[in-house]
Protein backbone atom coordinates (compact mmCIF):
# COMPACT_ATOMS: atom_id res chain seq x y z
CA UNK A 1 0.00 0.00 0.00
CA UNK A 2 1.43 3.52 -0.71
CA UNK A 3 1.38 6.34 1.35
CA UNK A 4 -1.45 8.02 0.06
CA UNK A 5 -3.78 4.75 0.60
CA UNK A 6 -2.50 4.44 4.18
CA UNK A 7 -3.29 8.37 4.97
CA UNK A 8 -6.81 7.41 3.03
CA UNK A 9 -7.21 4.29 5.50
CA UNK A 10 -5.91 6.32 8.37
CA UNK A 11 -8.41 9.74 7.78
CA UNK A 12 -11.27 6.97 6.85
CA UNK A 13 -10.38 5.23 10.16
CA UNK A 14 -10.80 8.07 12.43
CA UNK A 15 -13.57 9.73 10.37
CA UNK A 16 -15.58 6.73 11.34
CA UNK A 17 -14.20 6.63 14.62
CA UNK A 18 -15.00 10.14 15.40
CA UNK A 19 -18.44 9.94 13.59
CA UNK A 20 -19.13 6.85 16.65
CA UNK A 21 -17.86 8.94 19.42
CA UNK A 22 -19.98 11.57 17.77
CA UNK A 23 -22.90 9.29 17.85
CA UNK A 24 -21.86 7.54 21.63
CA UNK A 25 -21.70 11.42 22.82
CA UNK A 26 -25.63 11.67 21.26
CA UNK A 27 -26.74 8.93 22.55
CA UNK A 28 -25.43 9.83 25.85
CA UNK A 29 -26.27 13.31 25.77
CA UNK A 30 -30.11 11.45 25.13
CA UNK A 31 -29.80 9.28 27.77
CA UNK A 32 -28.95 12.11 30.09
CA UNK A 33 -31.57 14.33 29.35
CA UNK A 34 -34.09 11.42 29.77
CA UNK A 35 -33.01 10.89 33.08
CA UNK A 36 -32.98 14.52 33.93
CA UNK A 37 -36.52 14.65 33.02
CA UNK A 38 -37.25 11.46 35.08
CA UNK A 39 -35.18 13.05 38.19
CA UNK A 40 -37.31 16.13 37.67
CA UNK A 41 -40.62 13.97 37.83
CA UNK A 42 -39.18 12.04 40.79
CA UNK A 43 -38.81 15.94 42.20
CA UNK A 44 -42.17 16.83 41.38
CA UNK A 45 -43.13 13.39 43.05
CA UNK A 46 -41.29 14.04 46.18
CA UNK A 47 -42.57 17.52 46.56
CA UNK A 48 -46.14 16.38 46.17
CA UNK A 49 -45.40 13.59 49.24
CA UNK A 50 -43.65 15.91 51.43
CA UNK A 51 -46.73 18.16 50.96
CA UNK A 52 -48.92 15.47 51.57
CA UNK A 53 -46.97 14.36 54.93
CA UNK A 54 -46.95 18.07 56.15
CA UNK A 55 -50.89 18.30 55.51
CA UNK A 56 -51.54 14.75 57.63
CA UNK A 57 -48.98 16.14 60.39
CA UNK A 58 -50.83 19.50 61.19
CA UNK A 59 -54.13 16.93 60.38
CA UNK A 60 -52.42 14.42 63.52
CA UNK A 61 -51.66 17.35 65.33
CA UNK A 62 -55.30 19.02 65.60
CA UNK A 63 -57.04 15.66 65.75
CA UNK A 64 -53.94 15.10 68.62
CA UNK A 65 -55.35 18.27 70.03
CA UNK A 66 -59.06 17.28 69.69
CA UNK A 67 -58.25 14.16 71.36
CA UNK A 68 -56.79 15.18 74.81
CA UNK A 69 -59.63 17.80 74.93
CA UNK A 70 -62.15 14.70 74.76
CA UNK A 71 -59.68 13.01 77.32
CA UNK A 72 -60.28 15.73 79.73
CA UNK A 73 -63.79 16.30 79.00
CA UNK A 74 -63.88 12.76 79.67
CA UNK A 75 -62.42 12.73 82.55
CA UNK A 76 -64.52 15.65 84.16
CA UNK A 77 -68.04 13.49 82.84
CA UNK A 78 -67.00 10.71 84.51
CA UNK A 79 -65.88 12.02 88.36
CA UNK A 80 -69.08 14.43 87.86
CA UNK A 81 -71.16 10.71 86.65
CA UNK A 82 -69.19 9.04 89.82
CA UNK A 83 -70.14 11.57 92.27
CA UNK A 84 -73.64 11.25 91.36
CA UNK A 85 -73.70 7.34 91.61
CA UNK A 86 -72.32 7.82 95.29
CA UNK A 87 -75.16 10.32 96.09
CA UNK A 88 -77.51 8.13 94.85
CA UNK A 89 -76.47 5.49 96.43
CA UNK A 90 -76.20 6.92 99.69
CA UNK A 91 -79.56 8.88 98.89
CA UNK A 92 -81.54 5.46 97.46
CA UNK A 93 -81.76 3.81 100.73
CA UNK A 94 -83.42 6.65 103.01
CA UNK A 95 -85.79 7.45 99.99
CA UNK A 96 -87.34 4.21 99.55
CA UNK A 97 -86.87 3.93 103.40
CA UNK A 98 -89.03 6.96 103.54
CA UNK A 99 -91.37 6.56 101.18
CA UNK A 100 -91.80 3.03 103.46
CA UNK A 101 -92.09 4.97 106.47
CA UNK A 102 -95.15 7.24 104.46
CA UNK A 103 -96.99 4.09 103.72
CA UNK A 104 -96.98 3.38 107.78
CA UNK A 105 -93.81 0.94 108.06
CA UNK A 106 -92.12 0.85 111.27
CA UNK A 107 -88.47 1.12 111.97
CA UNK A 108 -88.27 -2.75 112.56
CA UNK A 109 -89.43 -3.40 108.59
CA UNK A 110 -86.70 -0.71 107.66
CA UNK A 111 -83.77 -2.85 109.64
CA UNK A 112 -85.09 -5.86 108.07
CA UNK A 113 -85.05 -4.68 104.65
CA UNK A 114 -83.00 -2.29 104.09
CA UNK A 115 -80.51 -3.34 106.46
CA UNK A 116 -80.47 0.42 108.00
CA UNK A 117 -79.22 0.63 111.65
CA UNK A 118 -82.17 0.76 114.30
CA UNK A 119 -80.88 4.68 115.36
CA UNK A 120 -81.30 5.53 111.77
CA UNK A 121 -84.70 3.61 111.09
CA UNK A 122 -86.00 5.01 114.12
CA UNK A 123 -85.12 8.63 112.62
CA UNK A 124 -86.57 8.26 109.91
CA UNK A 125 -89.86 7.15 111.43
CA UNK A 126 -89.94 10.15 113.47
CA UNK A 127 -88.75 12.58 110.60
CA UNK A 128 -91.63 11.26 108.45
CA UNK A 129 -93.99 8.79 109.86
CA UNK A 130 -98.00 9.39 110.92
CA UNK A 131 -98.12 11.92 113.14
CA UNK A 132 -101.06 11.87 115.46
CA UNK A 133 -103.18 14.82 115.47
CA UNK A 134 -104.87 14.81 119.00
Given amino acids: ?6 TLL ?4 AAVLALLAWVAVAILNRRLRDARDQNSELQQQIDL ?3 SISGLTA ?3 GVDRRM ?14 ETYEIQQADEQPYGHA ?3 VQ ?3 GAHRLVQELELSESEA ?13
Fill in 1 to 6: MSDLEL
Fill in 10 to 13: FSLT
Fill in 49 to 51: VRQ
Fill in 59 to 61: GAV
Fill in 68 to 81: RQLAAREKVLSERQ
Fill in 98 to 100: IRL
Fill in 103 to 105: QGA
Fill in 122 to 134: ELIVRLHGQRDTA
